[in-house]
C-alpha cells in the first residue's frame, strides 16, 4: 500500500493523473483510491511504438487481471512489468515474465526471483539509517520526535538478469550499482593491470637470471682455465715430494702414478669399493659419509685423515685435502701419507701424559712422606730428649714406657722406608725374586704366630686352613710380605670382632685362594677400585704412606695371581689373593 501511494505521489508531482483507464484520487491524509477498475488494456497500443508512456496498476489476485496475463505473455514488445508490492503471487513473476522485470521495492531483490532491478533503496542504506535513528535514541533524543524521511535511492541492476536478458553496461545510467557481479568482472581492469605487472615482472627475472647465467658461465669457463694452469703448476711442484694429487669421479679414484709406487699398488683407477676396503671400517664410514654428504650441497671442502693399508703391512695415516665441483659431480685434492707425524704426536702425548703422572706423584710422594716420616721422627727425638733431659725426673715405667714408643717409630719409620725403596725397585724394574716350592699351610702358619700377639684388644686372630696343604711355587718373603701388609690394614681399621686368614684349596684346583677377613669399618663401594693406586689413602689420618696395596698388586701380578676385594661399609672387608699351584698338586 505504501509503494502504491508512493508511486501515485512521484506521478502526480509530475502531471499524470490516470492509471490506464483509471483515475486516482491522493487525500491530504495520504489514502487513495481508483475511481474504475484498471485491468482494462488497449491492445492496439501495445503492439505500436507508444508515444508516451502509460501506467496500469494490476491487481494478480483478481481473476479479471488478464492485464496482468497479457503482460507476462510478451505480446506487447513496449510493455514492461514494474513489480511495486511483494507478496508470495508476485514472487514468481520475474521469471515467467517475457520482458525484463523491474521494481521500486527492495524485497525479493537480487535473491534469483528474475528481478532486473529498479530505482530502489539499498539494504544497506535502510541499515544505515535504521541505526543512525536507533543511535539518537539511545542518545536521549525521544522517540516521538523522530521524522520519517525518506531513504537514498539509487539505480541498481542485478548482474544475473543482465545477463539473462543480454543487456550491455553502457544501457544503464552511469551511476547505476550492480550486485551479484563475479569477482573477476567487478575487478576486470584491476586484474588486467595486475597480469601486466606480474608478467612484467617475471619477464625482468627472466632476463636478470640470464644475465646471471652468461655471467657465471664465463666465470666458469675462466676457473676452469686457471685450473688447468695450476694443476699443471701443481704437478711441477709436487714432482719431487710425497705429496700426491687425486681425483673422484664416476665413483673411480685417480691417483698420480707416484702414489701406486709408494703405496704397493698396481697404477690403474680404484673403484671406490675397493678403496673403502683398503680403509679401517670406521674410517670407512666417515669417508662415505662425507661424500654423501657432499652430494647434497652440504660439504664443499674438507680435511679428513684416514687409516689405510694399501699394501697389506699395517695401517698408516693419510690426510686428504679436497674440494668438490657440483656442477661436475668431481672431487679433487691431494693426499699425503702422514703416519710419522702421527707416531710423532702419539710419542708426545705419552711423554706428555707420563711427565704429568710422574709430577703428581712427586708431588703426591712428597706430600705423603714429609707428613709421615715427620710422625715418627718427631716422636724419636721427642721422648729421646725427655730420657735425656736431665731437668726432668722419670721412674723407671716411664722410661720403658718412652723406650717402648721410641722402637715403634723406628719401625713405622724403617717401614716407611722399606716401601720407599720397593716402590724405587718397582719402578726401575729391578725387584728381585726367589721362587721355590713352599707349603702354604706352614706359611699361614707362621704369619699366624707372628701376628697372633699383635693384635689390638677386642680383636681376635682367627686361622683357617683345608686338611690337604696345597703347594706352591713362589717367593716366601714377598708372600708373606703381601699377607702381612693386608693383616695390618685389617688391624688398622678394626676395632672389635675378628681378623680371618687363611686359604681355600681342593686337590685338583689349578689354582689356591688366601683369603683375609675382617670385621672393620668396611671401603664404600665408589671407593674401592681405587684402594690399588699407588699414593691413594681412604683415610688420611691413618698411619702409612698409600704404596702398600699397590706393591702387593705388582708383586701378586708376577707370581701370575690376581688380587680380588669384597666389602661393605660397616661390616667389614675381605681380602682374596689367588695363586696358581704347582703341576704335581693337581
Not at 17 to 35: A, C, M, R, T
Not at 152 to 162: G, N, Q, R, T, V
Not at 411 to 436: P, V
Request: with cysteine; hydrophobic share 35%; proline share 3%.
Amino acid at each position: 500500500h505504501q509503494a502504491t501511494r508512493s508511486l501515485l505521489k512521484d506521478l502526480h508531482t509530475v502531471g499524470i493523473d490516470k492509471i490506464g483507464s483509471s483515475s486516482y484520487v491522493l487525500e491530504e491524509n495520504g489514502s487513495f483510491y481508483f475511481k474504475s477498475d484498471s485491468i482494462k488494456t488497449n491492445t492496439k497500443v501495445m503492439f505500436q511504438e507508444p508515444t508516451k508512456m502509460e501506467y496500469s496498476l494490476i491487481n494478480s489476485r483478481e481473476s479479471s487481471a488478464n492485464g496482468l496475463l497479457w503482460a507476462l505473455s510478451g505480446l506487447g514488445r513496449y510493455s514492461n512489468f514494474v513489480q511495486c508490492k511483494w507478496d508470495f503471487s508476485a514472487q514468481r513473476l520475474g521469471l515467467l515474465a517475457s520482458s525484463p522485470t523491474c521494481t521500486v521495492i527492495n524485497e525479493g531483490f537480487g535473491l534469483g526471483h528474475g528481478i532486473l532491478g529498479g530505482y530502489i533503496t539499498p539494504i544497506e542504506e535502510q541499515y544505515k539509517s535504521s541505526v543512525k535513528a536507533v543511535s539518537n535514541i539511545l542518545k536521549g533524543k525521544k522517540r516521538q520526535g523522530t521524522p520519517v524521511v525518506e531513504a537514498s535511492k539509487f539505480y541498481m541492476a542485478d548482474w544475473k538478469e543482465l545477463e539473462r536478458w543480454h543487456i550491455p553496461l553502457n544501457k544503464l545510467p552511469e551511476d547505476c550499482r550492480i550486485i551479484n557481479m563475479p569477482f573477476a568482472e567487478r575487478y576486470k581492469t584491476h586484474l588486467i593491470i595486475l597480469g601486466c605487472i606480474l608478467a612484467t615482472s617475471i619477464i625482468v627475472v627472466i632476463l636478470s637470471l640470464l644475465r646471471l647465467y652468461r655471467r657465471e658461465n664465463k666465470n666458469k669457463q675462466q676457473a676452469q682455465e686457471s685450473l688447468k694452469k695450476g694443476e699443471r703448476f701443481l704437478s711441477l711442484a709436487l714432482a719431487g715430494g710425497r705429496v700426491f694429487a687425486f681425483q673422484l669421479k664416476n665413483n673411480y679414484f685417480y691417483f698420480d702414478n707416484d702414489f701406486y709406487s709408494v703405496a704397493g699398488l698396481e697404477p690403474k683407477p680404484l673403484s671406490i669399493d675397493k678403496y673403502i676396503s683398503y680403509l679401517l671400517p670406521e674410517d670407512a664410514q666417515k669417508v662415505l659419509h662425507n661424500v654423501d654428504r657432499a652430494h647434497r650441497g652440504l660439504l664443499q671442502k674438507n680435511i679428513s685423515q684416514t687409516r689405510c693399508n694399501f699394501n697389506g703391512k699395517g695401517y698408516q695415516w693419510w690426510e686428504y685435502r679436497y674440494t668438490y665441483n657440483i656442477e661436475e659431480n668431481i672431487f679433487s685434492g691431494l693426499c699425503l701419507n702422514i703416519q710419522q707425524v702421527k707416531e710423532a704426536e702419539q710419542e708426545l702425548i705419552d711423554a706428555r701424559r707420563k711427565a704429568e703422572e710422574s709430577d703428581k706423584m712427586k708431588s703426591t710422594f712428597l706430600a705423603n712422606m714429609s707428613h709421615e716420616i715427620r710422625t715418627p721422627l718427631n716422636a724419636i727425638v721427642g721422648f729421646s730428649n725427655i730420657i735425656v733431659s736431665e731437668e726432668v725426673e722419670l721412674n723407671v715405667e716411664e722410661k720403658q714406657e718412652f723406650i717402648k714408643l721410641i722402637n715403634s717409630n723406628c719401625e713405622l719409620l724403617l717401614k716407611l722406608i722399606n716401601d720407599i725403596l720397593d716402590l724405587s725397585r718397582i719402578e726401575s724394574g729391578h725387584m728381585d725374586f726367589t721362587f721355590a716350592s713352599i707349603n702354604l699351610t706352614d706359611l699361614i702358619n707362621d704369619i699366624y704366630h707372628t701376628h697372633q700377639l699383635l693384635m689390638p684388644k677386642q680383636v681376635e686372630l682367627i686361622k683357617e686352613t683345608p686338611e690337604t696343604p696345597a703347594i706352591i711355587e713362589t717367593d716366601h718373603c714377598r708372600l708373606t710380605q703381601v699377607i702381612t701388609n693386608f693383616i695390618n690394614n685389617a688391624a688398622k681399621f678394626t676395632k672389635e670382632g675378628f681378623i680371618k686368614i687363611g686359604y681355600s684349596y681342593k686337590t685338583g684346583d689349578s689354582s689356591v685362594s688366601i683369603f683375609i677377613e675382617d670385621t672393620g669399618i668396611g671401603i664404600p663401594e665408589k671407593q674401592q677400585k681405587a684402594v690399588f693406586e699407588r699414593f691413594n689413602k681412604l683415610n688420611e689420618f691413618a698411619q702409612g704412606t698409600g704404596l702398600g696395596l699397590a706393591i702387593c698388586q705388582v708383586i701378586v701380578k708376577r707370581f701370575g695371581g690376581e688380587i680380588g676385594l669384597r666389602s661393605e661399609e660397616g661390616k667389614g672387608s675381605c681380602f682374596t689373593i689367588d695363586l696358581p699351584v704347582r703341576q704335581e698338586n693337581k
